[in-house]
């Protein structure tokens, strides 16, 4: 139905920046909301921010101020521009879309930030 392919992930020192893009595709095309959750081994998966198709956003405490999410509605693609990035962030990171006429919700593979010196 839906794909989301997610680019972006990979090594960075602390204090460094990240771009993460999910384009998504297929027979579904309207998304109410777009976002990103992270999960690091041994921890919970938990959202980072999203956006809705007006705009809103919606941030986790820990990325207020260092993260910005951004969408392409004609693309039906979400972007997270990380910067000030800390150790803490380090986790597989994905992408997550709301169908908005459907109940359905969809997952990208999952990209893996890493921030160390």
């Known amino acids: 139905q839906v794909q989301l392919v997610t680019t972006g992930g990979g090594l960075v020192q602390p204090g460094g920046s990240l771009r993460l893009s999910c384009a998504a595709s297929g027979t579904i095309s309207r998304f109410s909301s777009m976002g990103w959750y992270r999960q690091a081994p041994g921890e919970q998966h938990e959202l980072v921010a999203d956006i809705t198709s007006d705009g809103t956003t919606n941030y986790a405490d820990f990325v207020k101020g260092r993260f910005t999410i951004s969408r392409d509605n004609a693309k039906n693609t979400v972007y997270l521009q990380m910067s000030s990035l800390k150790p803490e962030d380090t986790s597989v990171y994905y992408c997550?879309?709301?169908?908005?006429?459907?109940?359905?919700?969809?997952w990208g593979q999952g990209t893996q930030v890493t921030v160390s010196s």
């Open positions: 997550n879309a709301k169908s908005a006429d459907y109940p359905a919700n969809f």
